[in-house]
């Protein structure tokens, strides 16, 4: 049975097996899968994570910054105060799993470099 790439994505999993770790690091792909053997060397996602990242990410913090902006008109160090660490810690947070939808997608449609 076929595993989603959206969830083996976004749990990091093996898209082939849906259990081994895609990860050997924080966003190194490992060389392969420990449980099925599936090799991940095709595994390029380049900057995608990142853009799709950003694209969430902003949106969230800047709404967030203009209600409590309006809400209780902080003087402007609290907003960095709040809103640089929360935007470090949602962007760190959230580019392994778009890493692994990214890596899982392109498995499921067999992308690779020099291959159609």
Known sequence: MAQSPILTGL???????GEGKLFAGYLKV????????LD?????????PAIF????????????ALLVGALFNPPPYVHLILWIPTTLLLSLLLLPPFKGVLVAQQYRHDAHEGHQ
Do not use: Y
């Not at 490992?30 to 053997?37: Q, Y």
């Not at 991940?40 to 995608?48: C, E, H, I």
């Open 40 to 48: 991940l060397k095709f595994a390029d996602s380049g900057d995608g």
């Open 30 to 37: 490992a060389p392969a899968c420990a449980v099925c053997g």
């Open 11 to 17: 749990l990091c999993r093996c898209p082939r097996c």
């Open 53 to 64: 990242v950003i694209f969430l990410v902003a949106p969230i913090v800047i709404c967030l």
